[in-house]
């Protein structure tokens, strides 16, 4: 009992901060002083205590401050190469062997620009991300927002008559979102609009969906939509919608051709406009297209199951449209680019040999199927 009431006393007297961590406390005093392993003259639960305060990321709300909590190893990373974000502190999970590769990177830059380094361990930082992957680091920084796209500049179309502009009206999901943006870096879109209306925010779990990639990209906003588009084709851009598979709920007789991807012919600046999740274009984002794109499936499918997930079809509209750019080497060329260097002087020293284009050597084929 009397030993009971010196630990709360010292409880009380700590208050605070170390006041919420008592249960870990009463376990530690419960395994030294209980059980006689305390050394002569140290105080009880010294180095716990320490411990616990070297623990502590109380000090800063991000709340209060207009932070949000960044986490994973390419989104910290891509921000700070960027500098779009003010980061107030680095969070690197504490107990690894060593920092290597990205991490070594995130402490060099951060140490380079005065940014406060944390070490905290794994149940902190989960409990912070919410039980996230957040693959051992986090960044307290800024929010980033889309800017308005009036300052995306003006792109004329006979600057280059192959800009592809992805639009995106009412996404909602931040996986979906960030998914998406990671598309649309990867294949080469140029930029990308968001409709401000029921469309999600640019978060840290978009970041995270993204790779990092939200942290890079232009990504701009309208309020209104339908003027945007009507404007765009005004100055000659191809208004591009896309729907799911042709059905009773598209009719043909509202005036607007629909095509399939893998017939589109990419001749001039285009707008490739995507949908909402669930309901796809709005009536009114529809009607200011010219044409739309569809997915043709690759069986009778049943009810359910007639439509893609948006991420997964932006993937392969963006893919179709894009492995048009006359910038992409020919095929001859693709081929030398995905031989191992092993492989090229085999070939440049051995007869040259004959191949249907549609087939490929399996080590070929393991090399483009890989993640």
């Not at 605070?16 to 392993?37: K, M, P, Y």
């Not at 870096?185 to 978009?206: A, E, M, Q």
């Amino acid at each position: 009992m009397l030993q009971r009431l010196s630990t709360m006393a010292l409880l009380s007297a700590l208050g605070g901060t170390t006041w919420r961590c008592s249960g870990h406390l009463a376990r530690h005093f419960s395994q030294t002083t209980w059980r006689g392993e305390r050394p002569r003259g140290e105080r009880p639960g010294g180095e716990e205590l320490r411990r616990l305060l070297l623990d502590d990321l109380a000090p800063t709300s991000r709340s209060s401050s207009g932070l949000e909590l960044l986490f994973g190893l390419s989104p910290c990373l891509l921000a700070l190469r960027a500098s779009r974000r003010r980061v107030a502190r680095l969070l690197l999970q504490a107990g690894r062997s060593g920092l290597q590769g990205g991490r070594a990177e995130l402490l060099r830059v951060a140490e380079a620009r005065d940014i406060p380094v944390l070490r905290p361990r794994r149940q902190k930082l989960d409990a912070l991300c919410r039980h996230q992957v957040h693959q051992g680091v986090c960044m307290e920084v800024s929010p980033l927002r889309p800017r308005p796209w009036t300052e995306a500049g003006e792109a004329r179309p006979g600057d280059d008559p192959q800009q592809l502009w992805l639009v995106l009206e009412g996404l909602q999901d931040p996986r979906n979102l960030g998914a998406v943006l990671r598309s649309a870096h990867f294949l080469g879109v140029d930029k990308v609009i968001t409709s401000r209306r029921n469309s999600c925010p640019l978060t840290p779990v978009v970041s995270k969906a993204s790779a990092g990639a939200m942290e890079v990209m232009d990504v701009f906003f309208t309020d209104d939509l339908d003027n945007f588009l009507q404007a765009r084709a005004r100055q000659g851009w191809l208004v591009a919608g896309t729907v799911g598979c042709p059905g009773p709920e598209i009719s043909p007789s509202s005036g607007v051709p629909i095509t399939s991807c893998l017939e589109f012919l990419w001749d001039r600046p285009t707008l490739l406009v995507l949908g909402n999740e669930g309901s796809g274009l709005s009536p009114e984002v529809q009607a200011s297209c010219q044409l739309l794109l569809t997915i043709l499936p690759g069986r009778q499918l049943p009810p359910g199951l007639e439509s893609l997930n948006v991420s997964v079809a932006a993937g392969i509209l963006l893919h179709s449209i894009c492995s048009q750019r006359k910038s992409i080497p020919e095929e001859g060329k693709r081929g030398q680019l995905l031989q191992g260097p092993r492989e090229s002087s085999a070939m440049a020293e051995g007869p040259r040999v004959a191949q249907d284009p549609g087939q490929s050597s399996g080590p070929e084929k393991v090399r483009q199927g890989g993640d």
